[in-house]
């Protein structure tokens, strides 16, 4: 198994830009989750989602959107890229109700 | 407001020293995980404590759980450079709706282990 991918794995934008942060994962787990990690502030929960078809809001949704059309998929948009959303995003999935497995992330920059 | 706190934010010693880190809490948890991450990579799940009270051993690294779930430490024995990283705490809150919410991470204990 790959685990959890994501990709990009760097990326840079421009403000009012868009992109979407891919994550897949292969080992069927029903709950995924986008979190970011700031320097100095630990990760913090964007979204989530239980299952296909079902996503909620964590923490610190304001300024993305997710979809989940597929239990191995998991993707992130930022619609309009701002200074703010700097920051390493992280992609988790489980299965139990405990132990979450991590991609390596995505560092995006926005300028 | 940050739910979890851990101590010491930074911590530089020699090999071979042991050392101990803090992670505590207000609030109850159901459970308790220790994560590692190294620069670049995401965190790594060391071990995940449920029981209050409970310690577990991973080779030189003892992880315990305070009696009321609100907090944990990491003790580690004869720490060694292979050790450096980010040690995260993140925890399920007790009353979240079975944890499918997510973790709550604490900011982080930085680790340096020199030779």
């Known amino acids: 198994n790959a685990g959890v991918t994501q990709t990009p794995k760097f990326r840079i934008l421009k403000i009012g830009q868009s992109m979407t942060l891919q994550c897949t994962q292969d080992?069927?787990?029903?709950?995924m989750y986008w979190y970011r990690q700031d320097p100095g502030m630990g990760l913090k929960l964007i979204y989530y989602s239980v299952g296909a078809g079902i996503t909620d809001k964590g923490e610190v949704p304001n300024g993305y959107n997710v979809s989940r059309s597929t239990t191995e998929d998991f993707p992130l948009r930022l619609e309009l890229a701002a200074p703010s959303q700097t920051s390493v995003y992280f992609c988790?999935?489980?299965?139990?109700?405990?132990?979450?497995?991590f991609g390596p992330g995505t560092r995006l920059l926005v300028l | 407001t940050q739910l979890l706190e851990q101590s010491p934010q930074f911590l530089s010693i020699q090999e071979g020293e042991n050392l101990t880190v803090y992670c505590n809490s207000s609030s109850v948890f159901s459970s308790l995980q220790w994560y590692r991450q190294e620069p670049g990579e995401g965190p790594v799940l060391l071990v995940t404590v449920v029981t209050g009270g409970e310690v577990k051993k991973l080779k030189r690294l003892t992880f315990q759980f305070g009696d009321a779930r609100k907090d944990s430490s990491l003790h580690i024995t004869a720490a060694q450079p292979g050790d450096t990283g980010l040690y995260l705490c993140?925890?399920?809150?007790?009353?979240?709706?079975?944890?499918?919410?997510?973790?709550?991470f604490g900011k982080g204990t930085h680790l340096i282990i020199q030779p």
């Open positions: 080992m069927n787990h029903n709950y």
């Open positions: 993140a925890g399920s809150l007790m009353y979240s709706g079975g944890g499918a919410d997510g973790l709550t």
């Open positions: 988790a999935s489980r299965r139990t109700q405990e132990t979450q497995y």
